[in-house]
């Protein structure tokens, strides 16, 4: 098993008893959203890296995702989980729920999608088929089973842009495409992991219906009360997993 990094999302900007392992966020791409943590989890090494910064600052669209998923490998990263508050699309995505997606659709636009960006660096085109790895996949699910705590094992995540909420439209073309959840966050990241070689999974938890498929508007405390409620469980899969 390789060294372990989380991404923190939104509700995670900090996990209890990690330090900061480098002293600075400067990257060849510009700066990461935090130096990177370092720290152990059910005694095994983890990094820590909050998406956001930490306190929570930078929005979706302005995150530096490249100088992240570079720190994070610099820092000795070979697998990522990444944390990930999304909205539920189609039925089994209820609030509360947490989940592995297995695909991603991405409706981005004006971020910096790869590390292959011309200039004098060659072309790539990484396969991205099944854009998440399907082994660290597996063992997030087996984890949710150790624990005993209920995670759906699939998933269409659907990235958009942000910071927004999507219309309910919006929402219903998702639906039409394929998507189960939505999140403004999983993209470019999955992406660039898969360019640096990195493995990534994402851990998902749903902590809204999407526009449209609950009752009236989408209210921020709502958000908030579901982060609340489902960040022990994400705790408790996350100790779970890295203890296999
Ligand atoms: N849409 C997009 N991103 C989100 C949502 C949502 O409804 N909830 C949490 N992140």
């Known amino acids: 098993m390789g060294r372990l990094a989380i991404i923190g999302g939104s509700g995670f900007s900090a996990i209890a008893g990690l330090e900061v ?3 600075s966020a400067e990257t060849p791409y510009g700066a990461a959203s935090a130096p990177v943590a370092r720290g152990t989890m059910a005694s095994r090494e983890v990094l820590f890296l909050p998406r956001h910064g930490s306190p929570h600052r930078i929005p979706p669209h302005r995150i530096n995702y490249r100088a992240n998923i570079w ?4 820092a000795g990263a070979e697998q990522i989980v990444a944390l990930a ?3 539920g699309v189609t039925e089994p995505f209820a609030p509360g729920v947490l989940a592995v997606p297995h695909q991603i659709i991405d409706y981005t636009y004006d ?13 790539v085109h990484v396969d991205f088929t099944r854009p998440y790895t399907d082994s660290l996949r597996d063992r997030l699910i087996e984890a949710g089973l150790r624990t005993g705590m209920p995670v759906v094992g699939h998933g269409v995540y659907g990235a958009t842009q942000g910071p927004r909420l999507e219309t309910a439209a919006e929402v219903r073309r998702l639906e039409r495409d394929g998507c189960d959840l939505v999140g403004m966050t999983g ?6 992991a898969r360019e640096l070689g990195l493995e990534y ?3 998902a938890f749903v902590v809204n219906w999407a526009a449209g ?3 009236g508007e989408i209210q921020m405390s709502e958000i908030e009360s579901n982060l609340k409620a489902c960040a022990a469980r994400v705790e408790r899969l996350l100790t779970a997993f890295a203890e296999a």
Do not use: H, N
């Not at 720190?71 to 610099?74: C, D, H, K, P, Q």
């Not at 971020?111 to 072309?123: C, I, S």
């Open 71 to 74: 720190a994070l490998r610099e």
């Open 111 to 123: 971020r910096t999608q790869t590390f292959y960006d011309g200039g004098e660096g060659e072309v």
């Open 213 to 215: 498929k609950g009752a």
């Open 85 to 87: 508050a999304v909205g």
């Open 21 to 23: 392992a480098s002293s």
């Open 201 to 203: 999974a994402a851990l």
């Open 187 to 192: 993209m470019p990241e999955a992406a660039l």
